[in-house]
């Protein structure tokens, strides 16, 4: 007698698809539960620096320096700036906004230069604060050389705009960016420092801010020269100051470029010549020529500093940036009297018109 032989293929497969369901439902919930593990375990942390005064700002950027200045803006706003600074770090570092005021009673600076920055990302930030600040009448841009060589390299954007004008001017909650600027490498580096640098005491690399933006440099020594010779000018640097230089004179604000002073012995390192900032010269006045109200003043070679001026090639110490800002706010003066006499001449040419 044959044995009967179990041919039920449905009963097989509904088991197979419940385990597979199970084993489905098992795989997702792991999931979930490590990416809200991950989470929890991520706000913990974050939470951690914060009381331990070791949180950096959002990574805007990926920059330190230029979120810790997002943060400083944030929390120490400027009512209605006539003034406005921009430029890399020589505008940050370059400016003592109190000797401005002293100098020139009425005046409201608002440091807004950032470390770090080629001349086409100067000129997008500059664009950002004009947008927010509209009481700036006057806009200083204080450059080095090394900020008109490869533009081409770097995006414009330095941060999305959008969202830094929602933290810094809305008061967005600060924690929301801190996921969608997700990068945990990047906040532990920046977590080891930032506690130390806010307090001054990394020398070379301090996040100190004056109530205008400033920011203060004056290590006990110097780092020699500490910078070669920078790379072949790039036309597209000049083509951005260019372009906020019309903005400018279209909006009937004036513009002063500063190429800041450089060490005595950088120059004669990388330039023997003259020839290499001869044309840095001659490209800056090209870029805001047929702007009435733009002007250039090239402090290299009008302020004299002596070399214990300097950190390094193109950086002032604090104690000499005093002196430098005293020769800024006359320069400015000039340049509002230039204003007011171009205006009365406009007047008085219009009043003669039949």
């Given at each position: 007698?044959?044995r009967?032989?179990?041919?039920?293929?449905?009963?097989?497969?509904?088991?197979?698809?419940?385990?597979?369901?199970?084993i489905?439902?098992?795989?997702?919930l792991?999931m979930?539960?490590?990416?809200?593990?991950?989470?929890?375990?991520?706000?913990?942390?974050l939470?951690?620096?914060?009381?331990?005064?070791?949180?950096?700002?959002?990574?805007?950027?990926?920059?330190l320096?230029?979120?810790?200045?997002?943060?400083?803006?944030?929390?120490?706003?400027?009512?209605?700036?006539?003034?406005?600074?921009?430029?890399?770090?020589?505008?940050?570092?370059?400016?003592?906004?109190?000797?401005?005021?002293?100098?020139?009673?009425?005046?409201?600076?608002?440091?807004?230069?950032?470390?770090?920055?080629?001349?086409?990302?100067?000129?997008?930030?500059?664009?950002?604060?004009?947008?927010?600040?509209?009481?700036?009448?006057?806009?200083?841009?204080?450059?080095?050389?090394?900020?008109?060589?490869?533009?081409?390299?770097?995006?414009?954007?330095?941060?999305?705009?959008?969202?830094?004008?929602?933290?810094?001017?809305?008061?967005?909650?600060?924690?929301?960016?801190?996921?969608?600027?997700?990068?945990?490498?990047?906040?532990?580096r920046?977590?080891?420092?930032?506690?130390?640098?806010?307090?001054?005491?990394?020398?070379?690399?301090?996040?100190?801010?004056?109530?205008?933006?400033?920011?203060?440099?004056?290590?006990?020594?110097?780092?020699?020269?500490?910078?070669?010779?920078?790379?072949?000018?790039?036309?597209?640097?000049?083509?951005?100051l260019?372009?906020?230089?019309?903005?400018?004179?279209?909006?009937?604000?004036?513009?002063?470029?500063?190429?800041?002073?450089?060490?005595?012995?950088?120059?004669?390192?990388?330039?023997?010549?003259?020839?290499?900032?001869?044309?840095?010269?001659?490209?800056?006045?090209?870029?805001?020529?047929?702007n009435?109200?733009?002007?250039?003043?090239?402090?290299?070679?009008?302020?004299?500093?002596?070399?214990?001026?300097?950190?390094?090639?193109?950086?002032l110490r604090?104690?000499?940036?005093?002196?430098?800002?005293?020769?800024?706010?006359?320069?400015?003066?000039?340049?509002?009297?230039?204003?007011?006499?171009?205006?009365?001449?406009?007047?008085n040419?219009?009043?003669?018109?039949?």
């Amino acid at each position: 007698m044959a044995r009967s032989v179990d041919t039920c293929p449905d009963g097989v497969a509904a088991r197979a698809e419940a385990d597979q369901r199970r084993i489905r439902a098992g795989y997702l919930l792991g999931m979930f539960a490590g990416l809200f593990g991950m989470l929890g375990g991520f706000a913990a942390l974050l939470a951690w620096l914060n009381h331990t005064d070791n949180l950096p700002p959002p990574a805007f950027s990926n920059s330190l320096c230029v979120d810790e200045k997002l943060h400083f803006l944030r929390h120490n706003p400027i009512a209605d700036p006539n003034l406005l600074i921009v430029g890399s770090s020589v505008a940050w570092r370059h400016v003592d906004g109190d000797v401005l005021i002293e100098q020139t009673p009425g005046l409201r600076p608002l440091n807004g230069a950032f470390c770090g920055l080629h001349a086409n990302q100067s000129t997008y930030v500059a664009n950002w604060l004009l947008d927010r600040e509209p009481s700036v009448r006057q806009v200083v841009m204080i450059v080095d050389p090394l900020d008109f060589a490869g533009c081409w390299k770097v995006p414009d954007a330095v941060f999305d705009r959008e969202h830094a004008d929602h933290y810094v001017y809305q008061q967005a909650s600060r924690w929301g960016y801190y996921m969608r600027y997700f990068s945990p490498r990047s906040l532990l580096r920046n977590a080891k420092t930032v506690k130390a640098q806010r307090a001054n005491e990394i020398e070379w690399d301090p996040l100190v801010f004056t109530r205008h933006g400033d920011g203060p440099l004056e290590p006990r020594g110097d780092r020699g020269l500490f910078y070669d010779k920078p790379d072949a000018l790039d036309d597209a640097c000049f083509v951005a100051l260019g372009e906020l230089s019309k903005r400018l004179q279209q909006e009937q604000r004036q513009l002063l470029v500063v190429s800041t002073p450089l060490h005595p012995q950088w120059k004669a390192k990388v330039d023997g010549d003259g020839s290499f900032l001869a044309r840095f010269d001659a490209k800056l006045n090209a870029a805001i020529a047929g702007n009435g109200g733009a002007q250039y003043w090239n402090a290299d070679r009008e302020w004299v500093a002596p070399p214990a001026a300097f950190v390094d090639a193109i950086h002032l110490r604090w104690s000499a940036v005093q002196g430098f800002s005293e020769a800024l706010a006359e320069r400015l003066r000039e340049a509002e009297q230039a204003r007011i006499g171009r205006s009365v001449l406009a007047g008085n040419g219009a009043l003669a018109a039949p």
